[in-house]
C-alpha cells in the first residue's frame, strides 16, 4: 500500500510564498519520478512540475523562474517551493508518485489559494 501525504497549501496574497510537501511510504525502491499537478476550478489537471531519481526537472511554462521543485530520495519526499505567486496559481495542488514500480499513485490534493 503506498501513501502520499502532503502539507503546505493554504491562503497567500500575490508575490509571496509558499512550499508544498508531499511524503511517500510503501514497499520497494520507491517512485522513479516524483511531481506536482494542479487542478484550477473549471480546468483539467495538468503538470506543474516534475523530478525523477536522476534529479533531471521539467516545468510547466507557466511556472518556469518561479516554481522549484526538488526531492530528498532518502525520505521519498519531494517539495515545491513556489515564489512570485499570482491569483492564476490558485488550484488544487496534487503529489504524483510514478513508475512505483510500473504503477502511478497520487496524493489528496492541498489547497493553494492566491489573494490579488
Known amino acids: 500500500q503506498v501513501q502520499l501525504v502532503e502539507s503546505g497549501g493554504g491562503l497567500v496574497q500575490a508575490g509571496g510564498s509558499l512550499r508544498l510537501s508531499c511524503t511517500a511510504s510503501?514497499?520497494?525502491?520507491?517512485?522513479?519520478?516524483m511531481g506536482w499537478y494542479r487542478r484550477a476550478p473549471g480546468k483539467q489537471r495538468v503538470l506543474v512540475a516534475l523530478?525523477?531519481?536522476?534529479?533531471?526537472?521539467n516545468y510547466a511554462d507557466s511556472v518556469k523562474g518561479r516554481f522549484t521543485i526538488s526531492r530528498d530520495g532518502a525520505k521519498n519526499t519531494v517539495y515545491l517551493q513556489m515564489n512570485s505567486l499570482k491569483p492564476e496559481d490558485t488550484a488544487v495542488y496534487y503529489c504524483?508518485?510514478?513508475?512505483?514500480?510500473?504503477?502511478?499513485?497520487w496524493g489528496q490534493g492541498t489547497q493553494v489559494t492566491v489573494s490579488s
Open positions: 504524483n508518485a510514478a513508475g512505483w514500480p510500473t504503477a502511478d499513485y
Open positions: 510503501g514497499r520497494g525502491f520507491g517512485p522513479n519520478a
Open positions: 523530478i525523477t531519481t536522476g534529479g533531471a526537472t
